[in-house]
């Protein structure tokens, strides 16, 4: 059985990106749509392992015997995932809306300045020296 050598991989890959580097924009094209894919395939898998862990399992998984004969009554699913995503949604939404507002509102108000005149006196504490530039 072979062993993974780690140099010969990285020599491996190294080479295959310079012969994609030095091919024509098509070839480019493919690469940069393939990867790229994978790259988005990983991350929302890694999203769903991740929403799959986190989230808490929905009550009621049970699944009971029915008798013949009995009347079945289906109850409606409490939270289904996208009623969550939706309700996280607007959540945020609301939120920035609020944010929002609050701009607004900071944006609408008048500031006011005062400006002293004449009978302001400034008397600096030690004598200033004016700077001659070059």
């Given at each position: 059985?072979?062993?993974?050598?780690?140099e010969k991989?990285?020599?491996?890959?190294?080479?295959?990106?310079?012969k994609i580097?030095r091919?024509?924009?098509g070839t480019?094209?493919f690469?940069l749509?393939l990867l790229?894919?994978?790259?988005?395939t990983?991350v929302?898998?890694?999203?769903?392992?991740y929403?799959n862990?986190?989230?808490?399992?929905?009550?009621?998984?049970?699944?009971?015997?029915?008798?013949p004969?009995?009347?079945?009554v289906?109850?409606p699913a409490?939270?289904?995932?996208f009623?969550i995503?939706?309700?996280g949604a607007?959540k945020i939404?609301?939120d920035?809306?609020?944010?929002f507002?609050?701009?607004?509102e900071s944006?609408?108000?008048?500031k006011?300045?005062?400006l002293?005149?004449?009978e302001l006196q400034?008397?600096?504490?030690?004598?200033l020296?004016?700077t001659?530039?070059p």
């Open positions: 059985m072979s062993r993974l050598n780690l991989t990285v020599d491996k890959a190294r080479v295959g990106l310079k580097q091919s024509g924009d480019k094209r690469y749509v790229s894919s994978l790259a988005m990983v929302i898998g890694l999203w769903f392992f929403l862990v986190t989230l808490p399992a929905p009550s009621g998984n049970e699944v009971e015997a029915v008798k004969g009995t009347a079945v289906e109850k409490e939270d289904s995932f009623k995503i939706a309700r607007g939404f609301g920035l809306r609020g944010q507002v609050k701009i607004g944006l609408n108000q008048v006011e300045f005062s002293e005149g004449k400034f008397t600096p504490e030690e004598p020296n004016p001659p530039l």
